[in-house]
């Protein structure tokens, strides 16, 4: 009895996470998710890492889909002291291969902001298009239903702001193409989880197209990924990865247990 009630404790325990998300109907691609943490201390939006654990605070980079070596983290607060309006959502994007300021350089970021997914974009959904490198190339977009409709509702400076740079950061000693980003969530109407996309492209390596976190359609938000925000800081010392790691052991764990529990069996 001692054996099939470690065994049943070994089976619940590895069952919790599936369990934590049953009921959740979303459309969204697997494997292109993850958890949406407050950040520890605001970031300053200058274009470039203002400290070297600015953007440690995060659950890890997302690389994009392709051949173009950019990725993006992202992170939120309740409220800003620094004068940004609503439920300010903080992002840094970094063209790790990008030393250029070309007037053709690119990214978007697509919210779905009540994770209602669908095949065409509707009116909890967000485009945010910004092209060359200074406030005149912004373009923001909600849906109507059927396709992208250029709106107004989002002021520089208060619900929006955008900064770049050619700058070094920990990440990369060369100094690339990083650019940090501030939306008011409360303004675009964004619940606490949401399907994104983000895309970018480099001029200076127009070969390479337009790369996407996931690969997929900007007017597709079944296709997008999917963020659940959650209402407190990274804990101290957990990063994506050792959640993989420690995962991966337990489920280890677990089957190595289960085969000498079978073998122990056989033998009698």
Not at 52 to 77: A, I, S, Y
Not at 136 to 159: A, K, P, Q
Not at 196 to 201: F, H, M, S
Request: net charge negative; hydrophobic share 35%; glycine share 8%.
């Amino acid at each position: 009895m001692r054996k099939i009630g470690v065994t049943f404790c070994i089976i619940a325990l590895l069952s919790l996470g599936l369990l934590a998300n049953a009921g959740i109907v979303t459309a969204y691609q697997e494997g292109y998710e993850f958890d949406h943490y407050m950040a520890v201390t605001e970031p300053t939006i200058d274009g470039e890492w203002t400290t070297p654990d600015e953007w440690t605070d995060v659950d890890m980079e997302h690389q994009m889909d392709g051949d173009l070596n950019v990725g993006f983290r992202t992170n939120w607060l309740m409220s800003s002291s620094t004068g940004y309006t609503g439920y300010p959502v903080f992002w840094i994007i970094e063209f790790y291969d990008d030393n250029t300021e070309d007037a053709g350089d690119y990214w978007q970021i697509c919210y779905d902001g009540k994770a209602t997914d669908g095949s065409a974009p509707d009116a909890d959904d967000v485009r945010i298009d910004f092209v060359g490198h200074d406030q005149s190339g912004l373009t923001v977009y909600r849906g109507d239903g059927s396709e992208w409709v250029e709106t107004t509702e989002l002021t520089w400076g208060e619900s929006i702001e955008i900064v770049d740079s050619i700058s070094e950061s920990p990440t990369n000693s060369t100094p690339h193409y990083i650019v940090e980003i501030v939306v008011d969530h409360q303004l675009i109407d964004s619940g606490p989880d949401q399907c994104v996309r983000v895309a970018a492209y480099d001029e200076s390596n127009s070969e390479a197209g337009v790369q996407a976190w996931p690969d997929s359609s900007p007017d597709v938000p079944d296709e997008w990924g999917q963020t659940w925000s959650i209402m407190e800081t990274i804990p101290e010392g957990l990063t994506f990865a050792i959640m993989v790691f420690l995962s991966s052991v337990s489920l280890l764990v677990g089957q190595q247990y289960l085969q000498k529990c079978s073998k122990k069996r056989e033998k009698q």
